[in-house]
């Protein structure tokens, strides 16, 4: 599963809602800023959660071990 797509399904928010479907389009849209008020924290809950999918795999990939960078070794909370 992408990271889009594991993300968007990770958010709590449903698949259908219109910040998911842009965000997991095969040629993603942008303009969130355009969608109505009621929609801007689902569209941040998708965004923030597929950001955090990607990030966790990057550094799983490209850190493991190696990274010196004091913000990815915080303790758990």
């Given at each position: 599963m992408s990271p889009v797509r594991h993300g968007?399904?990770?958010?709590g928010v449903k698949a259908t809602a219109?910040?998911?479907v842009m965000v997991c389009?095969?040629?993603p849209r942008y303009g969130f800023a355009a969608l109505p008020a009621d929609e801007?924290?689902?569209a941040f809950r998708v965004l923030v959660s597929v950001f955090s999918v990607a990030d966790t795999r990057r550094r799983q990939r490209y850190c493991k071990g190696t990274c010196g960078h004091a913000w990815h070794h915080l303790p758990p909370r």
């Open positions: 968007s399904a990770r958010s219109n910040p998911s389009m095969d040629s801007h924290v689902k």
